[in-house]
């Protein structure tokens, strides 16, 4: 059974990056999107982005340019970068897989939420 | 605001059905296929259905999706306290080459 496993950094300072990795155990890591999703507190979902195991990455283009994904398939590892965080970046971070029945937002297993606080 | 548009709340009795509805305002929802996901406070989202109308593994057929041309809709029959929880749909837009979320709905058991 495919679980993710997720850290970074928890608490940033304003202009300050943040860093984020997913950790894929029990199962393929070639033949799927890797996707990082975010949720303000109290809000709904928000599509970060996704990278495949080549390194090919699709964006939201909400975020300005300011994301970056990059991937280890050695280690079976996908990393986020946000750089500029601001408050409005605070939120409970998400890893997940899509891709598994060939549909685009079929978002299973996801990680365990890492919480972003900017302050 | 969400690109799809959901009721903010819904309601319903144990043993009732209650149906969640996920629509694209004044536009059809699209050719995508929709996804939906349950959160329960705390915990993060879970895949309920995929490609409109697929229940994956181990989701009770209690749980039903479809979609029109114009709309996509979650229905929940039998409902359980357990099914307590914020519900969102998902799809992918071709327009800005992405996911969009609905914005959720919070299911609440009387």
């Known amino acids: 059974q495919v679980q993710l496993q997720q850290w970074g950094t928890g608490l940033l300072k304003p202009s300050e990056t943040l860093s984020l990795t997913c950790a894929v155990s029990g199962g393929s890591f070639t033949g799927f999107d890797w996707t990082w999703i975010r949720q303000p507190p109290g809000k709904g979902l928000e599509w970060i982005g996704e990278i495949n195991p080549s390194g090919i990455t699709r964006y939201n283009p909400s975020l300005g340019g300011r994301v970056s994904m990059s991937v280890d398939t050695s280690k079976k590892e996908f990393s986020l970068t946000l750089t500029s965080v601001t408050a409005a970046d605070t939120a409970v971070y998400y890893c997940?897989?899509?891709?598994?029945?060939?549909?685009?937002?079929?978002?299973?297993?996801w990680g365990q939420g890492t919480l972003v606080s900017v302050s | 605001q969400s690109v799809l548009a959901q009721p903010p709340s819904a309601s319903g009795t144990p043993g009732q059905s209650v149906t969640i509805s996920c629509s694209r305002g004044?536009?059809?929802?699209?050719?995508?296929?929709i996804s939906w996901f349950q959160q329960v406070p705390g915990a993060a989202p879970k895949l309920l259905i995929y490609a409109n109308n697929q229940r994956p593994s181990g989701v009770p057929d209690r749980f039903s999706g479809s979609k029109s041309a114009t709309s996509a809709s979650l229905a929940i029959s039998g409902l359980q306290s357990e099914d307590e929880a914020d519900y969102y749909c998902a799809a992918w837009d071709d327009s800005l080459n992405g996911v969009v979320f609905g914005g959720g709905t919070k299911l609440t058991v009387l």
């Open positions: 004044n536009s059809n929802i699209g050719g995508n296929a």
């Open positions: 997940a897989r899509s891709g598994f029945h060939d549909i685009a937002a079929d978002f299973d297993p």
